[in-house]
């Protein structure tokens, strides 16, 4: 398994702005980043195939939260701007091959097998 170490979650008024990192062990075909909040299952948020940086979003974040990896592929960025309170919740870097075969999927929450230990963001 690919160790992942998340970094730079906190706090942050309504409309602002925060980065999370995380660093991997090695490259991998698919990360992204998932959120969960108090009550409810972890869902995918954004993800992106390392290979050429191809992202999906989520409808909630889109146009807000802007996900990135450095050229070597083993850092895992995510810029979340105009932060609103209902981005409250822990965050997690994951990890994974993607789902499926010949063109592994990136957005299913199936092709991951990794996972970083969370940063809690909250928006007040």
């Known amino acids: 398994d690919v160790q992942l170490v998340e970094s730079g979650g906190g706090s942050a008024q309504a409309g602002g702005s925060l980065r999370l990192s995380c660093e991997a062990s090695?490259?991998?075909?698919?990360m992204a980043w998932f959120r969960q909040v108090p009550g409810k299952e972890r869902e995918v948020i954004a993800t992106?195939?390392?290979?050429?940086?191809?992202?999906i979003y989520v409808d909630s974040v889109r146009g807000r939260f802007t996900i990135s990896r450095d050229n070597a592929g083993n850092t895992l960025y995510l810029q979340m701007d105009s932060l609103q309170p209902e981005d409250t919740g822990m965050y997690y870097c994951?990890?994974?091959?993607?789902?499926?075969?010949?063109?592994?999927?990136?957005?299913?929450?199936?092709?991951?097998?990794?996972w970083g230990q969370g940063t809690q963001v909250t928006v007040s």
């Open positions: 994951a990890a994974g091959p993607g789902h499926g075969g010949y063109t592994p999927d990136c957005h299913s929450a199936l092709g991951y097998n990794s």
């Open positions: 992106i195939r390392v290979i050429d940086g191809y992202a």
């Open positions: 090695r490259q991998s075909y698919c």
